[in-house]
Nanobody, 115 residues
Framework: QVQLVESGGGLVQAGGSLRLSCAAS????????MGWYRQAPGKQRELVAH???????NYADSVKGRFTISRDNAKNTVYLQMNSLKPEDTAVYYC?????????WGQGTQVTVSS
């Protein structure tokens, strides 16, 4: 079992920045990769960014150049730095841990970007 706790969401004006954090605990040695996903009202959940245990990253085209995913292995924490935020970035953001046993999800944190 892996437990994930997200923090850092909130309300920000367009062009602003937020940093999301996701702290992992439990069977963290089973984690192959971690990612951030988001779900806007009426839309499907989508991948935002992904980081492997080796540090490889990939991003959705819509956030490339604006968002950065990183990890602090000593703290078992993954971050999502979000810059130049746009109203279309408004969504609930979820942290996910990908393991061979399956995927684990955090509870989600709301990000709202006002125009």
């Amino acid at each position: 079992q892996v437990q994930l706790v997200e923090s850092g969401g909130g309300l920000v004006q367009a062009g602003g920045s937020l940093r999301l954090s996701c702290a992992a605990s439990g069977s963290i040695f089973n984690i192959n990769a971690m990612g951030w996903y988001r779900q806007a009202p009426g839309k499907q959940r989508e991948l935002v960014a992904h980081i492997t245990s080796g540090g490889g990253t990939n991003y959705a085209d819509s956030v490339k150049g604006r968002f950065t995913i990183s990890r602090d292995n000593a703290k078992n924490t993954v971050y999502l730095q979000m810059n130049s935020l746009k109203p279309e970035d408004t969504a609930v953001y979820y942290c996910a841990a990908l393991t061979v046993q399956g995927n684990y999800w955090g509870q989600g944190t709301q990000v709202t970007v006002s125009s």
